[in-house]
């Protein structure tokens, strides 16, 4: 499912996903490549951090080239945010809204990214 996702709706959600909540597009640069990507994902924002939902687990190249980096830029509704220090949690260690955590717990989302806005 993941792989569908990558070659054919994340270039359709690129379209809309820096301007609809929850949706955000992470730009990040591959570990090995040196490229630069644009990911749709799952952005909930918490004070002076913002958490990401790892829909399809923590095993995600998008993940692991935040990590490696140590840093990522965030396009939200329509603004842009520089991410630093990635913090991978499991389970219950994030606090997001209860409907959010709620709707995740029901679709099995285990998997955190955190990272501080710099």
Aim: hydrophobic fraction near 40%; charged fraction near 30%; proline fraction near 6%.
């Amino acid at each position: 499912m993941a792989r569908t996702n990558r070659r054919f709706l994340n270039p359709i959600m690129r379209t809309f996903a820096g301007h609809v909540p929850p949706l955000a597009i992470v730009d990040h640069r591959g570990r090995r490549s040196g490229r630069t990507y644009r990911t749709p994902a799952m952005a909930f924002p918490a004070g002076d951090r913002v958490v990401f939902a790892l829909i399809y687990g923590k095993d995600r190249d998008w993940v692991r080239n935040v990590q490696a980096a140590h840093e990522a830029d965030l396009e939200r509704r329509g603004g842009r945010l520089h991410l630093v220090d990635p913090e991978l949690h499991h389970g219950d260690d994030v606090r997001l809204p209860r409907v959010v955590e709620f709707a995740l717990r029901r679709l099995h989302v285990d998997d955190f990214l955190e990272l501080h806005v710099a």
